[in-house]
């Protein structure tokens, strides 16, 4: 019967029982070997493994019980986990707890009932198969979740690439940056670049959801807002650029939120525009705090959305602060401080929407001048 060539290692001192199960079962397609103790028996198993193990209980020497506790405790898995059927000529409860004690899988009463024995080693030998169809599933996984780590670092080394390294020079201000995404990448980015006109382009994105594909559209955004700035003036027309480009890309299926502030270092004006962002914050020195919302919607959501410009003195001792929606866990800032005096400043920040969480922000900071 060719149906099954699994190999079988019968471990029995009586030289008659091997005989009669090594014939019953090689009838029944399986390949049988023997041995007549169990310290031969560790001998073959380890010179070649078989599918099946079906020993006696009672054997002189090394009987089955301590034969399995040095075969569980094998430094080889796969020996370890070997399927073992134990026969026994004792009968009742305390008989099967022994044998399952003793490492078997399952057990089987003297004088043996061969359709059980069949059926039972059918039964070890599919659960083995499964096992090791398992194992290998998990290997595969494993190798999978592997190469996703190091293509993710990979990502993370390009994506901070693109953060700024360095901060801008503006005579009579301080510029510093931080940035910690929750995971190894994200959907936020910030950066600047000098305007035609002379002024300093502050922007900040968070592009829709997280992982790999938000940090391609991160990637997309600094394009696009360099892009934009090379061929507009405004911070409007820079924004309504990088809307319909982004928009003319994804079709709707994608949106990123975003907000630009515009700065003269000179005088300190802004002009200011939002897309679908949290508000910037402006605190000034004897005055409650200001918010500059965002007037139109999110980037990529609408063709040819309208965007207006806020225009704010950030005078001596003003601050105004911007974010990125925020992720919990995710954290990042982004601080631009004027230098002229240690005390009175005016500064430009990002904000997070909840204390638990901090997403890429930026900030202007302007001493006050004496």
């Excluded at 020195?285 to 919302?293: M, S």
Aim: hydrophobic share 40%; glycine share 6%; charged share 20%.
């Amino acid at each position: 019967m060719e149906r099954n060539r699994e190999t079988i290692l019968i471990i029995d001192d009586e030289r008659a029982s091997r005989q009669v199960l090594g014939r019953a079962l090689g009838e029944a397609g399986y390949l049988c070997r023997e041995s007549a103790s169990g310290i031969d028996a560790l001998q073959l198993v380890h010179e070649e493994a078989p599918s099946l193990l079906l020993l006696d209980f009672h054997m002189p020497g090394l009987d089955g019980a301590e034969f399995l506790s040095r075969l569980r405790s094998d430094a080889d898995p796969a020996l370890a986990q070997l399927p073992a059927i134990m026969l026994t000529g004792d009968g009742g409860e305390e008989s099967e707890v022994l044998c399952l004690e003793a490492g078997a899988n399952d057990f089987v009463t003297k004088p043996i009932n061969l359709p059980v024995l069949r059926a039972r080693i059918e039964t070890q030998l599919r659960l083995q198969s499964m096992r090791r169809q398992l194992q290998q599933q998990n290997n595969e996984l494993e190798a999978w979740r592997e190469n996703l780590e190091r293509d993710l670092a990979a990502a993370r080394l390009t994506q901070q690439s693109l953060i700024p390294q360095k901060p801008p020079f503006l005579p009579g201000w301080e510029v510093a940056a931080a940035y910690r995404p929750v995971i190894q990448v994200g959907g936020d980015i910030y950066g600047w670049l000098r305007m035609a006109d002379g002024r300093t382009l502050f922007w900040i994105a968070d592009a829709t959801g997280h992982g790999a594909a938000a940090a391609l559209l991160t990637t997309l955004a600094k394009l696009l807002f360099h892009h934009a700035s090379g061929d507009h003036a405004r911070p409007a027309q820079i924004m309504a650029a990088v809307n319909n480009d982004f928009r003319s890309i994804f079709k709707t299926r994608s949106f990123m939120t975003a907000m630009c502030v515009a700065l003269d270092p000179a005088s300190g004006r802004a002009s200011v525009v939002g897309a679908g962002h949290p508000p910037l914050l402006v605190a000034r020195r004897a005055a409650a705090a200001e918010t500059v919302t965002s007037l139109a919607p999110p980037l990529g959501l609408l063709e040819n959305s309208p965007f207006a410009e806020t225009t704010i003195d950030l005078q001596p001792g003003a601050a105004a602060r911007k974010s990125s929606p925020v992720t919990p866990g995710a954290s990042g800032r982004c601080v631009y401080r004027p230098r002229s005096h240690p005390q009175l400043h005016r500064h430009l920040t990002a904000h997070p929407l909840r204390p638990t969480c901090a997403a890429p922000t930026d900030r202007l900071r302007r001493p006050a001048s004496r």
